[in-house]
């Protein structure tokens, strides 16, 4: 059996635990190929591949929330969405995902993580012993 033959057994195995409708192919019956059977998308399969996420989608929220973080925890403008780079980018790294609009961003997402971020914080805060807050209120003139 060669490399080639071996390489491409794993794909198709890969490929047919991603699609849940698919088609058995003819295994090969010649002597210099394996007789192993191949499994083939079929057609509705292979456009359903290139359908946009439904925004319930897990995917869709899973990069919905990779997005939120990357602005807020790097001080990114929420315009970032709407650069012709960024676009780009992510559209090579999965064309099915949407980016969303700055306007969902800020008034959905964004709230959205605020506010399972505060349930997180007030579940810490509530089971902890103790809690210690520090401040400083002098300033120095030279600085």
Same mark, same amino acid.
């Given at each position: 059996?060669?490399?080639? !033959?071996?390489?491409?057994?794993?794909?198709?195995?890969?490929?047919?635990?991603?699609?849940?409708? =698919?088609?058995?192919?003819?295994?090969?019956? !010649?002597?210099?190929?394996?007789?192993? #059977?191949?499994?083939?998308?079929?057609?509705?399969?292979?456009?359903?591949?290139?359908?946009?996420?439904?925004?319930?989608?897990?995917?869709?929220?899973?990069?919905?929330?990779?997005?939120?973080?990357?602005? =807020?925890?790097?001080?990114?403008?929420?315009?970032?969405?709407?650069?012709?780079?960024?676009?780009?980018?992510?559209?090579?790294?999965?064309?099915?995902?949407?980016?969303? !609009?700055?306007?969902?961003?800020?008034?959905?997402?964004?709230?959205?993580?605020?506010?399972? #971020?505060?349930?997180? =914080?007030?579940?810490?805060?509530?089971?902890?012993?103790?809690?210690?807050?520090? $401040?400083?209120?002098?300033? !120095?003139?030279? $600085?």
């Amino acid at each position: 059996m060669s490399v080639h !033959s071996v390489e491409y057994a794993e794909a198709a195995a890969e490929r047919a635990k991603e699609d849940t409708t =698919v088609t058995a192919a003819v295994p090969r019956t !010649s002597s210099s190929r394996p007789t192993a #059977e191949l499994i083939q998308p079929t057609v509705l399969a292979t456009f359903e591949r290139r359908k946009p996420y439904d925004n319930a989608s897990d995917r869709k929220r899973q990069i919905d929330l990779a997005l939120v973080r990357l602005v =807020v925890g790097d001080l990114q403008p929420f315009s970032v969405v709407e650069d012709r780079w960024f676009k780009n980018f992510v559209k090579v790294l999965d064309s099915r995902y949407q980016l969303p !609009s700055r306007r969902t961003l800020t008034r959905s997402l964004i709230p959205e993580l605020y506010t399972s #971020e505060k349930a997180r =914080v007030k579940n810490l805060l509530d089971s902890a012993e103790a809690v210690s807050l520090t $401040t400083d209120i002098w300033t !120095s003139q030279k $600085t």
